[in-house]
């Protein structure tokens, strides 16, 4: 398995966990589950794929700017999962917020999936692309346990 192939795994769990929470209502027990499982999932996905897919990507011209774009992504998700905690879960702003949520969740995924995949395919060698795919789920792996 590559980087871009592992990374691909939670991005598709990060969908559907988005998808999920934002169909849920009031203060259920489902949508603290499904807030729950998504903050767990993005944090260790953020650490690991900083770690083991922007820092080596960060080395190359090509490659700089837009890690540093992903990596701002990832801490505008983590200040939107800081006010989700903020609001109670029977508010309506709740929902509002989540669906912000959503909608970084998804422009992220689509920016680093049709854009900085390929770029990073043009920087990395194929060696490379399986040595980090293989620090990544561990990272991941690692942080998903500390959750």
Same mark, same amino acid.
């Given at each position: ?13 990060? +969908? ?22 998504? !903050? ?58 989540? !669906?912000?949520?959503?909608? !970084? ?28 795919? !293989? ?8 942080? +998903?346990?500390?959750?």
């Amino acid at each position: 398995m590559n980087i871009f192939e592992a990374l691909r795994i939670s991005h598709d769990t990060q +969908r559907g966990l988005a998808d999920s929470l934002i169909k849920t209502s009031g203060d259920s027990k489902e949508r603290s589950l499904l807030f729950n499982e998504l !903050k767990a999932e993005l944090a260790a996905h953020a650490a690991a794929e900083e770690r083991f897919f922007y820092v080596p990507l960060i080395k190359h011209d090509m490659t700089q700017e837009p890690s540093r774009h992903g990596i701002a992504e990832h801490h505008e998700m983590d200040k939107l999962v800081e006010k989700l905690e903020e609001i109670d879960f029977s508010s309506p702003a709740w929902i509002a917020a989540a !669906k912000e949520l959503h909608h !970084k969740v998804f422009h992220h995924l689509s920016d680093e999936e049709q854009g900085i995949f390929q770029l990073a395919g043009k920087v990395l060698g194929e060696a490379e692309k399986i040595s980090l795919a !293989k620090g990544y789920e561990g990272e991941f792996v690692s942080q +998903r346990i500390k959750a």
